[in-house]
């Protein structure tokens, strides 16, 4: 049932990917952070008169809600890979957290937080879309 952990090799390979791919994710937060900070000094800086204004200053606020949406995304992409992390040194890494089969290797390249395999995600996805 189980899968054998990947060799050290491979964990060390993902883990290099991982690193990289942490770095990056703080860099963004961190350019997306100044951006935010830059604009709340420039704007008003009260974040309700941008709610009033939704309407007539569509770009603005549609420029904010995506720098909003994509420091979200990638602060839960720092979370997963924190985990990716600790299953690197747990060596469970590359292993599906649902279903306990390997996660396919062109999967972790693309997503190398990957916790799950494509089948389990799925399902998952299907299920909790059913629950909201
Ligand atoms: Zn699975």
């Known amino acids: 049932m189980a899968a054998k952990p990947l060799s050290d090799d491979k964990l060390k390979h993902y883990s290099e990917n991982l690193t990289k791919e942490k770095e990056e994710t703080i ?4 350019d997306i952070s100044d951006r935010q ?8 800086g009260d974040l309700s008169s941008f ?3 939704q309407a007539d200053q569509g770009t603005d ?8 949406y994509l420091l979200e995304q990638e602060q ?11 299953r690197i040194y747990e060596k469970t890494y590359g292993i599906c957290e649902m279903c ?3 996660i396919p290797e062109p999967r972790l390249k693309i997503i190398p937080y990957a916790a799950t395999c494509i089948e389990c995600k799925s399902n998952e996805e299907k299920k909790s879309s059913r629950g909201r």
Do not use: P, Q, W
């Open 27 to 30: 860099r963004i937060i961190g």
């Open 37 to 44: 900070r830059r604009g709340a000094k420039n704007g008003s």
């Open 51 to 53: 709610a009033l204004h």
């Open 61 to 68: 606020t549609d420029t904010m809600e995506r720098e909003v």
């Open 76 to 86: 839960r992409k720092l979370k997963l890979l924190n985990l990716a992390f600790k």
């Open 100 to 102: 306990g089969c390997y």
